[in-house]
């Protein structure tokens, strides 16, 4: 790929975050949030039993990110659901997956090629709502980083991070699912690209807008995709990590404390003679204390 088509596509991902996109990748991010929906165990009886409860369920799929920014920056809540042909067009996606006769809608959008078209669409949409946010968040805090950082990851991951409030709409409570504590890739890579957004913003990292949104629309695609068609919940991530977390997050001066106070009695090392040599003048002690109560008893 040449200078100049690379160019071309740069501004053209800046101005998907610009603009409005157009209904074909609204389309496609609120088929593949309902779809992620309906893999959920329990969400089809729920949508047959509790309609309503199923159809609330969708639209936080769909626009919990907007729910969560609104919630940071102090909006009404309810400011996104003005939007009335987006609603209408998320109520029939939902509709045509869970209700379609003979699940022919659901089985044309589960087709492999097909899902993983939709699935690129909704990563460029991921990435246009967090440049869209950081900088929604930065007319307002011009100084304010973390509040950046902030509202774009939850545009960018909104629906995971309310994943437990969606759950008690479903009648399910599983806490031990929290996203803070697992944390799903587009999770992680919405963290990592609020913080690179919010340096580009600041003027800190020295890119243009355009070439970071083309990068990371790039990015993202490719590691959505890769993951989709391999069916793998596993994260790009992962061996970084491996190797900065036990440097950055593991004190070497709470090490051994920890492996002094985790080591059994009875081991091997160099606290298990000290220990047992202790253990004996306590037990001749108290032996020598019941011959005592044994005596003055008699």
């Excluded at 002094?260 to 047992?276: D, I, L, Q, V």
Aim: glycine share 6%; net charge positive.
């Amino acid at each position: 790929m040449d200078l100049l088509s690379a160019l071309s596509l740069g501004e053209l991902a800046l101005s998907f975050s610009r603009v409005p996109l157009f209904p074909v990748f609204d389309l496609s991010y609120f088929i593949v949030s309902i779809l992620y929906l309906k893999y959920e165990p329990g969400a089809v009886e729920l949508s047959q039993r509790h309609p309503m409860a199923s159809w609330l369920c969708a639209m936080l799929h769909c626009f919990g990110s907007y729910i969560l920014a609104d919630l940071l920056l102090g909006e009404p809540l309810i400011d996104y659901f003005s939007n009335n042909s987006s609603i209408l067009l998320a109520s029939a996606v939902w509709y045509l997956i869970f209700f379609c006769p003979l699940d022919l809608f659901y089985k044309c959008v589960c087709f492999l090629p097909v899902k993983l078209i939709f699935v690129a669409m909704k990563e460029v949409v991921r990435v246009r709502k967090i440049a869209v946010g950081i900088h929604h968040a930065h007319h307002h805090y011009h100084h304010g980083w973390f509040i950046m950082i902030a509202t774009g990851w939850v545009k960018g991951s909104g629906v995971a991070l309310m994943s437990n409030f969606e759950q008690l709409l479903r009648g399910v409570w599983k806490p031990e699912t929290n996203e803070i504590l697992h944390m799903s890739f587009p999770t992680k890579a919405s963290l990592y690209g609020a913080i690179l957004f919010t340096l580009q913003q600041t003027r800190w990292l020295p890119v243009s807008k355009a070439s970071l949104v083309f990068t990371f629309t790039v990015f993202m695609v490719s590691c959505k995709v890769f993951l989709t068609a391999t069916h793998s919940h596993s994260s790009p991530f992962d061996v970084l990590e491996g190797y900065l977390c036990p440097v950055l997050f593991r004190p070497v001066w709470g090490g051994n404390q920890h492996d002094n106070h985790g080591r059994p009695h009875g081991g091997s090392g160099p606290s298990s003679p000290h220990s047992a040599l202790s253990t004996k003048p306590k037990e001749e002690l108290s032996e020598g204390s019941r011959k005592k109560k044994t005596k003055k008893a008699d």
